[in-house]
């Protein structure tokens, strides 16, 4: 088969797709072969009403050159390159997608596995370490992130490769840990049903924790939070939890994130991640005061019998909000690359 040529100067979109938000960027590659970001665009989710819409919006307000290769992180399992968000109102196809960038060179994938893909790329100032340790810097590493729902991933090397294993692990089972946290199961049960991790670890389980935590205390919530609940808007309940304004707000985020540290820890040994855990999305870095706090840590650590493996492992949270970005652009340029070389679409998260 005939090689093709790689067109000069080749350019990348990249997508971050969320439940509330979409973040798209064009990359444009550079003769050492790094990309350089040439534009950054937000939009609000709910607004369009595909994919599709939200692609065409973005080339629109770019007006700029022709797109050689495109990558999207998308909340949700990738199937024979079909998606369903589950905290999307739209599916996703790359088959719909390649007529309107044309280009054959169109891959969705997890968004949590983006932002593992794009752990490499990401600049220093992007961390914030949580808990020191020793990186392996062959092992696997594993991301966790709240924010509109709860995602994992892991990235791990394999010979001169990285392989991405993208996860649904947010919808695994909440596991209680204390008396407290039983009680709450009980109560998300009674509401959900099937009471999944990302019931707790999501802007929505932060609600619902404060919520438990008024009917427990036998209280109601004063008027300028009322508003907020009615909006499923749990900012306020981070932002007073954080500088410590209203005690319950306080303990609300408190215990939310001694679960997130007791499920990192789960991720931890789960994937044996020596290389090191990251917290990304949108919440751990509104909440880095408190994840900076002796229960995160404890919590993460508190193992039983592995607590000296997780106390080797360092974790950090991710503060760059562009990593799915990063992440997003590389799978797109693999892609590229390996139909390029031999006409065949590679499995786009051996990067």
Request: hydrophobic share 45%; charged share 20%.
């Amino acid at each position: 088969m005939q090689t093709r040529t790689i067109p000069k100067p080749i350019h990348v979109l990249a997508a971050d797709i969320g439940g509330t938000k979409a973040l798209f960027a064009l990359f444009s590659q550079e003769e050492n072969g790094r990309l350089r970001l040439l534009r950054r665009q937000r939009y609000a989710t709910c607004e369009a009403s595909s994919l599709g819409q939200l692609t065409e919006r973005f080339l629109n307000d770019c007006d700029g050159p022709a797109v050689h290769a495109a990558g999207y992180g998308f909340p949700g399992p990738i199937v024979a390159g079909r998606a369903t968000g589950v905290n999307l109102p739209w599916p996703a196809e790359e088959a719909l997608l390649r007529p309107l960038l044309q280009t054959d060179a169109v891959v969705l994938v997890n968004d949590l596995a983006a932002a593992a893909a794009g752990l490499p790329h990401l600049p220093p100032s992007g961390l914030t370490e949580l808990k020191d340790g020793v990186a392996d810097p062959q092992g696997p590493q594993a991301v966790i992130a709240a924010g509109t729902g709860l995602g994992m991933a892991v990235a791990a090397a394999a010979e001169d490769r990285r392989v991405v294993l993208p996860s649904e692990g947010g919808h695994r089972d909440f596991a209680p840990r204390n008396e407290f946290e039983q009680a709450l199961s009980t109560h998300l049960r009674q509401r959900y049903g099937h009471v999944s991790i990302e019931r707790v670890l999501s802007g929505a389980g932060l609600i619902d924790l404060y919520r438990f935590l008024l009917q427990q205390r036998q209280a109601s919530a004063p008027p300028w939070l009322a508003d907020c609940l009615a909006r499923n808007d749990a900012g306020p309940i981070g932002r007073r939890g954080v500088d410590g304004s209203d005690p319950l707000c306080r303990e609300a985020v408190d215990r939310f994130v001694a679960v997130y540290g007791a499920e990192a820890g789960n991720l931890a040994l789960q994937y044996a991640a020596t290389g090191g855990v990251f917290l990304a999305g949108g919440i751990a870095p509104q909440l880095l005061p408190r994840l900076t706090t002796p229960q995160f840590v404890q919590a993460f650590t508190a193992k039983g019998r592995l607590q000296a493996f997780l106390e080797r492992i360092p974790v950090y949270c991710v503060v760059d909000a562009d990593l799915p970005l990063y992440g997003a652009a590389h799978c797109a340029r693999a892609r590229l690359r390996a139909a390029n070389r031999a006409g065949d679409r590679l499995p786009s998260l051996l990067l």
